[in-house]
């Protein structure tokens, strides 16, 4: 009994250790996958086909959620289609996707501040610099932010965290 036990163990080990492999290979192809149809969006968004390359942005986070960056395209043509909440649908997830894709927190910003959602601008942009503490770009935006909003303290306070955190870096920098 022992022995028939320890023959099953070693056929299912053995099964995952060959399976692991094959489900790693078929989702790099799907990713190769993807990123083909990404770039076959693109490629009919300057051409102007706009359906298709919506299509296939849609097709490409389909095949990879993921992957962000077909959302985030898919929300920039969106946009210029004026269809704003579209867009910011499309930018909302990228960003659940992964939250350190800049491109994406600085277009929902701009969304939101042309719609007057401040709430959402300073949200996204404090998650922005929060994911990418090395990134001057997301504090500039932020600090943007908050002096629209007349939020003159917080701006001060973020510029001065702008300063600390660059000032640091170009000490350690500096040393080596």
């Keep these: 009994m022992h022995s028939r036990a320890l023959r099953q163990l070693a056929v299912v080990t053995l099964t995952c250790l060959v399976s692991v492999p094959q489900a790693t290979t078929f989702s790099a192809t799907l990713r190769e996958e993807a990123?083909?149809?990404?770039?076959?969006?693109?490629?009919?968004?300057?051409?102007?086909?706009?359906?298709?390359?919506?299509a296939a942005y849609q097709k490409a986070t389909a095949l990879d959620p993921t992957y962000a960056t077909p959302n985030n395209d898919a929300g920039i043509l969106l946009e210029g289609l004026g269809?704003?909440?579209?867009?910011?649908?499309?930018?909302e997830r990228a960003l659940a996707i992964d939250?350190?894709?800049?491109?994406?927190?600085f277009k929902l910003m701009d969304i939101a501040i042309v719609h007057q959602k401040t709430d959402l601008a300073i949200k996204v942009m404090e998650d922005a610099v929060e994911h990418n503490t090395d990134e001057p770009l997301a504090y500039y935006n932020l600090i943007?932010?908050?002096?629209?909003?007349k939020m003159f303290?917080?701006?001060?306070?973020?510029?001065?965290?702008?300063?600390?955190?660059?000032?640091?870096?170009?000490?350690?920098?500096?040393?080596?």
């Design 35 to 54: 990123v083909a149809y990404r770039v076959a969006g693109y490629e009919r968004q300057q051409l102007g086909d706009l359906e298709g390359a919506l």
């Design 83 to 91: 269809r704003w909440e579209d867009a910011q649908r499309a930018y």
């Design 99 to 105: 939250p350190k894709h800049l491109e994406a927190s």
């Design 144 to 149: 943007n932010v908050y002096d629209k909003c």
């Design 153 to 176: 303290e917080q701006a001060e306070q973020a510029r001065q965290k702008l300063k600390d955190r660059f000032a640091k870096r170009a000490k350690e920098t500096g040393k080596s």
